[in-house]
């Protein structure tokens, strides 16, 4: 395998990029969700029972508890964390020397702080999965800060590694869910044509994308189950092309999702999971530059390599064939499909293949572990191959517990793969749970909406006679207004609505909190809703009533002349979601008293100096939609790394243009060395060399400077 070093440099830049949009994105929602007047306020989850430090941390991880010993008060602790994530992030971005271990450890200290009081609005499998790759990035990233230096060490493919086999946790547990949960549209491959008008926040390319042939969406599905289980196998084929084809197929995948569907930094992050696919020769291939490729190799071996590789993609192509019986049908110019196998016949070849997938990673693993010793182990000097043994020693550990430790997750696909564990591994794995070490995935386990996508729309009124409908930023509503595009900002209220109208309101207590907030006109969870107060049509007063409806939207068709409707969106009336109440009254207290949202103490407000800062940030930024704010820091940050990185190649380019003229004569270089050979008692042959050398470089000299010309 080749090396990785501009991968691994492309991977930290990437994370840096993405914690920057989650810490944004998350910050402009505080004061609406864990502010002291938000729907959930985080100084619920801290109990300050004279407990001393230690033991609050260890009961739960997050640095809130130094809240008040500095004075602050959470909500403003809250923000702070944010703030530090959002300005060490963004310098990340931008100094390629703070992406340092210390640096990626303080970030994820701090999104894990937020996270553990996030409650529901946080418990989503992409908050997880950056804590798990953010973790993984500590191990990753060099000791800039403390090593002075970012010079290549030995062991860094070893723990690059493991981003590798975290990618293939992700895309293979997604594709299997999908079949393990019996969901009837997966299993029929119809899953599509209903995915594209019930996924949360749909873009308005997935209203084109719906429009798309019943047997294409069928085609789709099955590629899906192709790129998610079967192509998984190929990142870790010893082979380099196979693994640059599944590079290349799961970047199709999800820019696919990001085009059709708002899913935050979800699918960004996957993209920076595939880069741990590619090596230093390939990325040298898009930069244009030339590679140093070893062109002593067997012709014979070539050839092996490539008829492999041929073999491979052939196979996995006629096993999609036989899987989904897929037959050209000429006299409706499709191609139809279908599941060619039985649930049971799929439930056989998951206890096949989950324990030998393990073994798979035990032998990647080992053959990078033990590349690592044998670099260390060609250190010149003792002193330098000790330290190295040293720290082969510690990441290798470190790399082995990591693996060893998520196969407790990954075996949670399969249950009888999963009980023959060690319980050595799953108490360990037990005891770091509650920091998000390692996690479970799966994501579409089941295709909701098949009979219209459900969706809670919100009434007020002051009257309680005429009722005004409140319509959000993002979620559908609006039946003529498009599919919003946020990306890769995250509206955690429209995505916890778009999962409450799948139940009864009772599953989702936190909607009590919502309406009695918007009953009380407060401004922090206004602003989540419409951040522009004008289109909030309550804005200059709350209204009296409040009440809630259920309703059943589908995407709207073309016209049959071939023109679009003017509508996006049509819908029914399904049912009533929350009754009609008002404040004081007797079902809305209940619901509070019942879910523990009355307020049982007065809120505290810092007045430090800190304190004052954070409020003073906040008044800055209230107003700006949160996907614009977040957009324009990455497009600034990146065009200063894309103007920093130009400047330094325009340097580099000067220094070698002012070296070439003053090149030592190449004919005296090679008559020194004819006059050593013949001293040396060289043979004639060694002597013609030189000289044909010497002629080959006087006229490579010629050509550089009539090009400098």
Known sequence: ???????????????????????????????????????????????????????????????????????????????????????????AVLVETLRDSVVFFCLWVLYLSVYQVGQVFLYFQWDSLLLETGFLCILIAPLTLIRGTRGVREHDRMTFWLIRWLLFRLMFA??????????????????????????????????FAHQLPVWFQKLCVAGTFVIEIAVPFLFFSPLRRLRLGAFYLQVLLQVLIIFTGNYNFFNFLTLALCVSLLDDQHVNFWLRKADKINTNDFRLWSWVCFLLELAVWALLICGTVLCFDLQLDTGKNAISSRTAFTYHQFNQFLKTVTIPCIWIGVLSLTWEMITSMFRYACVSGFLRRFCGTVQWTVFAAATAAMFTISLVPFTYIEHESHARLWPGVRQAYELVDRYQLVNSYGLFRRMTGVSGRPEVVIEGSNDGVSWTEIEFMYKPGNLSAPPAVVTPHQPRLDWQMWFAALGPHTQSPWFTSLIHRLLQGKTDVIELIQMDASRYPFHQEPPVYLRAHRYRYWFTKPKS?????????????????????????????????????????????????????????????????????????????????????????????????????????????????????????????????????????????????????
Request: contains cysteine.
């Open 1 to 91: 395998m080749g090396e990785a070093i501009l991968p691994r440099r492309m991977f930290l830049w990437c994370m840096s990029v993405i914690y920057l949009a989650a810490f944004v994105s998350l910050y402009v929602q505080i004061p609406g969700l864990y502010g002291n007047e938000g729907l959930l306020p985080a100084r619920w989850q801290l109990r300050y029972d004279g407990k001393p430090l230690g033991e609050q941390l260890l009961s739960l991880p997050t640095l809130l508890w130094l809240g008040p010993r500095l004075s602050l008060d959470t909500h403003t602790a809250v923000e702070l964390l944010c703030l530090m994530g959002v300005v060490l992030s963004l310098v």
């Open 174 to 207: 997604s594709g299997v869910v999908k079949l393990t949960s019996r969901c009837p549209t997966w299993w029929g491959l119809t899953a599509l044509t209903y995915h594209y008008e019930t996924q949360c926040i749909p873009t308005p390319l997935a209203w």
């Open 561 to 709: 002349d071939g023109f679009y409707p003017q509508r996006w969106w049509k819908r029914v009336y399904s049912e009533e979601f929350y009754p009609t109440v008002h404040l004081g009254n007797t079902f809305l207290e209940s619901m509070l008293n019942q879910y523990g949202l009355k307020e049982k103490l007065p809120s505290r407000v810092s007045n430090t100096t800190v304190a004052r800062a954070v409020r003073w940030i906040r008044f800055q930024v209230r107003g700006v939609p949160a996907h614009v704010l977040i957009w324009t820091l990455l497009v600034c940050s990146t065009t200063i790394c894309l103007l920093l990185g130009l400047q330094r190649h325009k340097k580099h380019r000067t220094s070698n243009t002012k070296q070439v003229p003053d090149l030592p004569d190449s004919s005296g270089y090679c008559k020194k060395s004819k006059k050593e050979m013949e001293e040396s008692k060289y043979s004639d042959d060694e002597v013609g060399a030189c000289e044909k050398e010497e002629k080959d470089t006087i006229g490579n000299g010629k050509e550089e400077k009539e090009e400098i010309r």
